[in-house]
């Protein structure tokens, strides 16, 4: 069964980058079909879907993050990590990685992902 960890800072401040790492068990990010995404979940609001990044290595961004959104992938160490730049109090949120047998770029149930990170806290302060 495969199992995602996030892993990063969970301070960053105002007009840093944000980078985030997923690192995968039990299973390959190379594998076909699936996509491996960065999700997040501002305080009293829905899931928000930001990127993803497919087992061909070809990537997917959100429309409103894509000017400060980077995803990237290290086969070898079997982990994809998420770059936020210019980050503001608004990006704080519960940052999680999930996996999915297609791409989705709208969210509308957890389950729509087989697999997730239990998630990390990213506040934004100086």
């Known amino acids: 069964q495969v199992q995602l960890q996030e892993s990063g800072p969970g301070l960053v401040k105002p007009s840093q980058t944000l980078s985030l790492t997923c690192t995968v068990s039990?299973?390959?990010?190379?594998?076909?079909?699936?996509?491996w995404s960065w999700i997040r979940q501002p305080p009293g609001k829905g899931l928000e879907w930001m990127g993803s990044?497919?087992?061909?290595?070809?990537?997917y961004y959100s429309p409103s993050l894509k000017s400060r959104t980077s995803i990237s992938r290290d086969t070898v160490k079997n982990h994809f990590t998420l770059q936020l730049g210019a980050v503001s109090p608004e990006d704080q949120a519960v940052y999680y990685c999930a996996r999915s047998g297609r791409l989705r770029t709208v969210i509308t149930a957890k389950s729509e992902y087989d697999s997730w990170g239990q998630g990390t806290q990213v506040t934004v302060s100086s």
């Open positions: 990044i497919a087992y061909s290595g070809s990537t």
């Open positions: 039990g299973g390959s990010i190379t594998t076909y079909p699936y996509y």
